[in-house]
């Protein structure tokens, strides 16, 4: 499975983006999905995740009520709505996802997000 993230870039506080994720490949195996980032010097966190038929979703309580994640099977494509930015949300985000064959995980490249004050 091959991730592609897009959509980060450069934003003031209190704006918003929206991230993509597409998948390609093996696509079937694809089970749960998510969102991270890492911001310099920090370890990499979980944001945000959803089941494979976007039934189910559980965000980070830094994102509750910011952000929102979803999912198009259509397009193989998830999306992170990111609303009310914070200078703190800066960091650069990546896509993940859970599938059912080895390696039983994928990641993306990343894209950055940067929130200016």
């Known amino acids: 499975v091959l991730l592609v993230e897009s959509g980060g870039g450069l934003v003031q506080a209190g704006g918003s983006l929206r991230l993509s994720c597409a998948a390609s490949?093996?696509?079937?195996?694809?089970?749960?999905m998510g969102w991270y980032r890492q911001a310099p010097g920090k370890q990499r966190e979980l944001v945000a995740t959803l089941t494979s038929r976007g039934s189910s979703t559980n965000y980070a309580d830094f994102v509750k009520g910011r952000f929102t994640i979803s999912r198009d099977n259509g397009k193989n494509t998830m999306y992170l709505q990111m609303n009310s930015l914070k200078p703190e949300d800066t960091a650069v985000y990546y896509c993940?996802?859970?599938?059912?064959?080895?390696?039983?995980?994928?990641w993306g490249q990343g894209t950055q997000v940067t929130v200016s004050s």
């Open positions: 490949g093996s696509t079937f195996s694809i089970n749960a």
């Open positions: 993940n996802a859970l599938i059912t064959i080895r390696p039983f995980s994928a």
